[in-house]
């Protein structure tokens, strides 16, 4: 949606410093602290955007900022800008600026699956290499990094995974007739670079959500014992156009028809996760599809 700036003689008034320190207090004027309501030409006020949108706009604008400047070199060296999704890090200038990875629930279908066999990258079938799920070919490459630490990556972090099937069903779920099954289910530990590799399938659609997976990570900054510790948990997203495709052309999806729910209309993208997990994938149905998703520690409701 585009902005429009609100063309008043007293928005000079503040510097972009001044409006900076105050989001980073959470003390921006207005009637709501923490929230920054853009305004649309004729005065109208527009869509508020929260502290943490109004962060990443002006971590861009502080870089666009310097690159216009030279970077403060009198050298006529070029610089580079790149942007990121919301589930990237991005940095600057020496310094770091984390996107927030925002909370999403744990759910109703998580099983504390800490032993050693669930420790794997490859989770589409049982821990003994039956019920292999079938579905479209997906790998989920996850970087978890520090935003209290410059960013830094995190090794040793527990990520654990879970998700339905093709068909919207869940392992190891008594009211799915799946008790003692585990497959979709697993974890890893982040290696020196704060990266876990997961090979699976897209999933499925059940009454009530968009498609989507559940990740759950154990580090320093929750109790790894807790399984209600909802400040540790986040849920990732599809692009709408390809489940829309995939639930109306493609097997095994096709069979289940289409989601009533979509992402737009689904309570943890929208309400939640406010569409910030949203994932960019690469590939094709045939050769399955790819995604990098980058994390920041602590997840933040």
């Known amino acids: 949606m585009e902005s429009h700036r609100h063309e008043q003689d007293h928005d000079d008034d503040h510097g972009f410093a001044h409006y900076l320190a105050l989001i980073a207090r959470d003390r921006l004027p207005g009637p709501a602290a923490g929230t920054l309501h853009r305004v649309e030409a004729g005065g109208r006020p527009a869509a508020s955007v929260t502290r943490r949108s109004a962060l990443g706009f002006l ?3 502080f870089a666009l900022g310097l690159a216009a400047c030279g970077g403060g070199s009198s050298s006529g060296s ?3 800008s790149s942007s990121s999704s919301s589930s990237s890090s991005s940095s600057s200038g020496g310094s770091s600026l984390c996107s927030v990875t925002p909370e999403g629930e744990i759910g109703p279908y998580f099983a504390d699956d800490s032993a050693s066999g669930f420790n794997r990258s490859n989770i ?3 821990l003994d290499g039956s019920e292999t799920q079938t579905g479209i070919a997906f790998t989920l490459n996850i970087t978890v990094v520090d935003s209290e630490n410059s960013c830094a990556p995190m090794q040793g972090v527990q990520v654990d995974i879970w998700h339905c099937n093709a068909a919207g069903v869940y392992s190891d779920i008594a009211a799915e007739s799946t008790t ?6 697993g974890y890893q530990l982040t290696d020196a670079n704060g990266l876990v590799s997961f090979t699976t399938i897209i999933p499925g659609w059940y009454s009530g959500r968009t498609t989507h997976i559940h990740l759950r990570l154990r580090s320093s900054y929750n109790e790894a014992s807790s399984t209600s510790d909802g400040s540790n948990t986040t849920q990732v997203f599809f692009p709408q156009d390809l489940v829309d495709e995939l639930e109306t052309s493609v097997a095994p999806y096709a069979s289940e028809g289409t989601n009533p729910t979509t ?3 689904d309570r943890v993208y929208t309400d939640q996760t ?3 997990m949203l994932m960019t994938l690469t590939g094709s149905n045939s050769a399955g599809y790819s995604a990098d ?3 920041s520690l602590p997840i933040t409701s």
Request: hydrophobic share 30%.
């Open 59 to 61: 971590g861009g604008s």
């Open 78 to 80: 070029s610089s580079s």
């Open 124 to 126: 589409l079938s049982n």
């Open 180 to 185: 003692g099954q585990t497959w979709l289910r």
């Open 263 to 265: 992402n737009a209309a």
């Open 274 to 276: 406010h569409g910030e």
């Open 293 to 295: 998703v980058t994390i």
